[in-house]
Every structure is written in C-alpha cells, then in structure tokens.
C-alpha cells in the first residue's frame, strides 16, 4: 500500500505470499486457513477461543503491540468473492481495534454470514476503512514459522 499524504491512499496491493513477508507499519497480513481447527491465532493473544468463529477471527496482545488476523476458507473454497467479504471484515476489526461493538456498523462491518445477501460493502464502510487505512497495526508474522502442511486446501 502506498501512502500520500495524511491518512489518504493512492492504491492498495493485495498479494498472496508463501514466504514471511517485510511488511510496512500500516501492511495487514490476513492468513487464509483451512478452518477453526487449524487456526493460527489459537490463543496467542491472550483471548479465549470462541467455537463460534466460523469464518474469522482478528485479535491483538493488551499492548496492542501486536497483531493477528485470519480467515476460514474451507467453505468457501468455490466462493472467492466471500473469501474476500470475510478478509475485508477481519482487516477492519484490525484497523478498527474494535472486537463485536464493530458488527453494529452492518454491511461488511457487520456480523455478516456465508452466502447472507445482506453482507455488501456499504459506503460508511468505505468510509470507515479510509479513516483507519493508514493506522499502523504490527501484524504478527510467527504463522510462517509454525510447522504446518502446506498446499492445496481440500475438502475432506
């Protein structure tokens, strides 16, 4: 992503990597992941883990010094568009730092589900991303150093 100005942005770069990236202070990193189970957040941030995170899950430490956001594809595997839903959903809680009060703002923001028609981008949303996009959030790393199988995500 590069920055101009104050908190105002020219374009943002999406990209997949298989590699610890360097990341700026205002780059989010968002693991894809099988599903809960095989989740990378785990507790690691001191925060309970919640069976009910289906398709997401964003977290950070208490001095908020570091962060952490990934998401469940397993589902969504034939579904790219909500594979994007739930990256854009969990980016915000980072940028946001805001936990379930952020699901009041609805739209993408919202507590959106698989396939729900109701979970679009609205423009307060877009308003939303813009005012935090250039807050500086450490993301953690350590998921690529963890010891996991790579490849392909199936569906068994």
Same mark, same amino acid.
């Given at each position: 992503?590069?920055?101009? @100005?104050?908190? +105002? ?33 785990? /507790? ?32 969504? /595997? ?18 946001? +730092? ?8 609805? @739209? ?9 028609? @109701? ?23 350590? @998921? ?13």
């Amino acid at each position: 992503m590069q920055l101009s @100005g104050k908190d +105002k942005f020219d374009s943002v770069r999406v990209k997949m990597v298989d590699q610890k990236p360097t990341l700026q202070s205002t780059d989010i990193l968002v693991y894809l992941v099988p599903s809960h189970p095989s989740g990378l957040l785990g /507790t690691r941030f001191g925060r309970e883990e919640k069976a009910d995170n289906q398709y997401g899950r964003a977290a950070w430490n208490a001095a908020e010094t570091e962060f952490g956001a990934e998401v469940y594809v397993r589902h969504l /595997t034939d579904q790219p568009w909500d594979i994007a839903k739930f990256v854009w959903h969990e980016v915000l809680h980072v940028k946001t +730092k805001e936990e379930n009060e952020m699901h009041k703002r609805g @739209g993408l923001a919202g507590d959106i589900e698989f396939g729900y028609q @109701g979970s679009w981008l609205t423009d307060q949303n877009i308003k939303d991303m813009a005012a935090y996009m250039g807050k500086k959030r450490p993301m953690w790393t350590g @998921g690529f150093d963890l010891k996991i199988k790579t490849g392909p995500i199936t569906l068994d």
